[in-house]
């Protein structure tokens, strides 16, 4: 009992601790609400807003039609420019796709031709450069496709493809990439926050006269992992209502006190990581320095090599993860979640 009563009080410490510890504070308030938000709004694999300007030298229906195909969310409204401003509207910003559309296109088509249009892309924003290439190609080859059947009887195809998707109808990235960025600053703040409480004793000299205490290291060890966790993980709780339910509109479907559970149980090894990177740290940049990447969270495990398959099972991120899709957003059955921390296997 008297232990208990030890680590409880060591932990009060560690929480009055960090409550005057302004740098750790603003770093746990960025990460699990900017640190959250921004990325799930700016690195998406969904083109939005993009502009974009087409160069009708065909003046056909076709051209129209192409032109009218570009509408928002995607794109803005296409502007009509000639041909001369392509250059001078590429170089000032205005127009990151320029569609050049030649004269007697259509006329071209009907005839079985193969005539090419051509795309001026700029390529300083390279991801959206990627990602619009790839929309503007399958626009313009709908609409070529339809034009040359309109009219035409078509013979019906022997089967026909019926695509659904599940948990994500309209494949919007910010639901994966919100929950994962919450793991992501789970663990970042999980070594920190307990490494760092561990080199700051020690730099401060707390460190010796804990020791000198009729202490356990393992009263001071734990004291560490239980209050650190405690705040992660009130701080996970808050981001996923405020920001990833709130502001990102993310439907959870799962139970989110399942996956603050899981949070809490991964939360132990990984502040016990923590810990031991602060024991061989002599400093708090040396100890931000090692970052794991081989957790396996934004690709499946079965995807990798064999060594690095085996390699992710050590890293418990991989779990994590397994387990927030799981709950988030399938709303699969606990025992179906806690099948990711019980084995590896449903990984493989």
């Known amino acids: 009992m008297k232990r208990f009563q030890n680590v409880f009080h060591l932990g009060i410490k560690e929480l009055r601790g960090l409550r005057h510890d302004t740098v750790m504070l603003l770093l746990v308030i960025y990460a699990f609400s900017f640190g959250v938000y921004g990325p799930a ?201 405020f920001v990833v339910r709130t502001l990102l509109q993310v439907p959870i479907a799962g139970s989110i006190p399942l996956f603050l559970l899981g949070t809490a149980v991964y939360l132990f090894s990984a502040t016990s990581l923590g810990i031991l990177l602060g024991t061989v740290a002599r400093s708090m940049p040396q100890l931000c320095r090692p970052r794991c990447r081989c957790s396996c969270k934004s690709f499946p495990r079965r995807t990798t090599s064999i060594s690095r398959r085996q390699f992710s099972t050590v890293a418990q991120a991989s779990t994590l993860s397994g387990a927030a899709s799981q709950s988030s957003p399938r709303s699969a059955p606990s025992s179906l979640a806690w099948l990711f921390f019980a084995s590896a296997e449903p990984w493989q």
């Open 41 to 241: 709004k700016g690195t998406g694999s969904e083109l939005t807003n993009a502009s974009i300007a087409i160069v009708d030298e065909d003046r056909s229906q076709l051209a129209e039609r192409i032109g009218n195909a570009f509408f928002p969310p995607a794109f803005q409204p296409p502007r009509l420019i000639s041909i001369y401003e392509i250059d001078p509207q590429m170089d000032d910003g205005r127009s990151s796709f320029v569609l050049d559309i030649p004269q007697n296109f259509e006329r071209d088509l009907m005839r079985g031709r193969r005539p090419s249009l051509q795309v001026n892309i700029d390529a300083t924003a390279m991801q959206q450069a990627g990602i619009g290439a790839g929309y503007i190609q399958n626009i313009v080859s709908n609409e070529l496709t339809e034009f040359i059947r309109k009219g035409r009887a078509q013979p019906l195809p022997a089967a026909r493809l019926a695509v659904r998707v599940k948990f994500n109808q309209n494949l919007v990235s910010s639901w994966f990439i919100s929950v994962m960025q919450i793991i992501n600053n789970v663990t970042m703040l999980a070594v920190i926050l307990a490494g760092g409480a561990l080199v700051r004793e020690r730099e401060r000299g707390t460190i010796d006269h804990l020791l000198t205490m009729p202490l356990h290291p393992t009263e001071i060890m734990t004291s560490k992992v239980w209050a650190n966790s405690l705040v992660i993980v009130i701080a996970t709780a808050l981001s996923l209502w």
